[in-house]
């Protein structure tokens, strides 16, 4: 009895070790929440008699098509392959979080137990649409003061990249320094606030292998907010006796609140005007000449000041410092005299080529072009027959003509004309041509109307 029970069981093994995973699942990489499919590939798998199951390092998921954990969001199915005993057993989670991260295998639960190996799940994760913020320790700044920009993002597998742009260009990482903290990761970007950074502006952009492209926050116009800068100008030299504007220019963040004229030695009310940025001295004299005039601009965050001398001079001197000296005047007005005589010349040659070319141009006309003229159109042209012989043409010619006419002045001595019974009227021509070569033809008519001449 005892040896029967053997012999079954030996025959038995064979048939509990036929079973087999025929490839080890392949690691996964999962999208938060999106789902996740993990497979085992079984061979020679008898539904009927063998078991296979999920698992998740010690925790068994599934038993066959049934999962054993209460995880609505797990579902597995055995489905068959196209040859005999092949099947794949498939995991499937839903809407995937970062606890679904691990290690999972497939087991047949028999003895001895068989294993698939095991298949690594990992979850990525996508940053939210309102990741990267950007923000700024302060609205304003003072120079010399600390500036501190700051990039925030989600703490995520795998890790987002965060990196600092100034004005295009990419910052140092030494300026540079992350902070985690409640699952956000902060890139603080700090400075010195200078005046150059008045209105720049900063752009943080994020990276992640997980989403193509580049996702940014930015600051825009950076107020960094200084002092005034002073200096007093003015356009031209100052003569005495003649009013003389300064102009006190200045550049500030706020802009300046107030200016104020200072004078050393004091000059009196009635010699300036002072109104903000304008000072008028008015026709200073030359006793003023050397007084030190001060411009003092101020604003919310300091005052600053510009200090000139002021060089009067007088009138006479303007001529000097244009002609020199008295030689030096001669010689400017013998210079303006020869200049003038010069252009004198100048004027008088102009005149004469003038004249000269009006003379030519009239001689030209009477000698070359009316001579011309009269034997091109003037001359009597020589007309010749057929076989070339000269035929005289007569300058003038005359022809009378008689005729009676059916209008005007009648005759009673002429008889009656045939058409109407009425008396003619007897009329007589002469006319006279001119030559044909002059490509015209007058004619002069003398009619006598019965006895009266008609021209």
Not at 180 to 185: A, G, I, K, T
Request: aromatic share 10%.
């Amino acid at each position: 009895m005892h040896l029967i029970e053997g012999l079954l069981i030996l025959l038995q093994l064979p048939i509990g070790l036929t079973v087999r995973f025929d490839a080890k699942p392949k690691d996964v990489n999962g999208y938060e929440g999106k789902t996740a499919k993990i497979n085992c590939f079984l061979g020679d798998f008898i539904k009927e008699k063998h078991i296979v199951s999920w698992w998740k390092y010690d925790l068994k998921l599934s038993q066959q098509n049934e999962v054993i954990v209460f995880d609505k969001r797990i579902s597995v199915y055995l489905d068959d392959l196209p040859y005999a005993g092949a099947y794949s057993y498939v995991l499937l989670i839903h809407d995937l979080i970062l606890e679904d991260e691990g290690d999972y295998h497939c087991q047949i639960d028999e003895s001895p137990i068989v294993s698939s190996g095991i298949a690594r799940l990992t979850i990525l994760q996508i940053p939210s649409t309102k990741y990267p913020k950007c923000k700024k320790s302060a609205n304003t700044y003072v120079v010399g003061s600390q500036v501190k920009l700051t990039c925030i993002s989600e703490l995520i597998s795998p890790p987002v990249e965060l990196n600092w742009n100034h004005e295009g260009a990419s910052v140092l990482p030494i300026s540079i320094k992350t902070e985690v903290s409640d699952d956000l990761v902060y890139k603080h970007y700090t400075f010195i606030a200078k005046k150059s950074n008045n209105d720049d502006s900063f752009m943080c952009q994020q990276r992640t292998e997980v989403v193509p492209g580049i996702h940014n926050c930015s600051i825009q116009n950076l107020n960094i907010q200084y002092r005034p800068e002073v200096k007093i100008q003015h356009t031209s030299a100052l003569f005495a006796g003649s009013d003389a504007i300064l102009f006190c220019q200045s550049f500030a963040n706020p802009p300046v609140t107030e200016f104020k004229w200072m004078f050393t030695p004091v000059l009196n009310v009635n010699e300036y005007i002072a109104d903000g940025q304008v000072l008028t001295l008015i026709k200073p004299s030359i006793a003023r000449n050397g007084t030190r005039i001060t411009c003092l601009a101020e604003n919310n965050i300091g005052a600053s000041t510009d200090t000139m001398t002021v060089h009067i001079t007088k009138e006479g001197t303007l001529e000097k410092n244009i002609y020199g000296n008295n030689n030096d005047s001669k010689n400017v007005s013998k210079t303006k005299n020869t200049t003038n005589m010069t252009e004198d010349s100048k004027g008088v040659s102009l005149y004469v080529v003038i004249i000269v070319i009006v003379l030519v141009v009239i001689i030209v006309v009477v000698v070359v072009i009316i001579p011309v003229y009269y034997h091109c159109f003037c001359k009597t042209r020589t007309a010749t027959d057929s076989s070339g012989r000269e035929i005289y043409q007569p300058t003038v010619y005359y022809d009378s003509r008689n005729r009676t006419s059916n209008s005007g002045l009648y005759d009673c001595s002429l008889p009656h004309l045939p058409s109407t019974g009425l008396y003619g009227h007897w009329r007589h021509s002469f006319a006279s041509q001119v030559p044909e070569d002059l490509n015209q033809q007058g004619y002069v008519y003398i009619d006598e109307r019965n006895g009266q001449n008609t021209l």
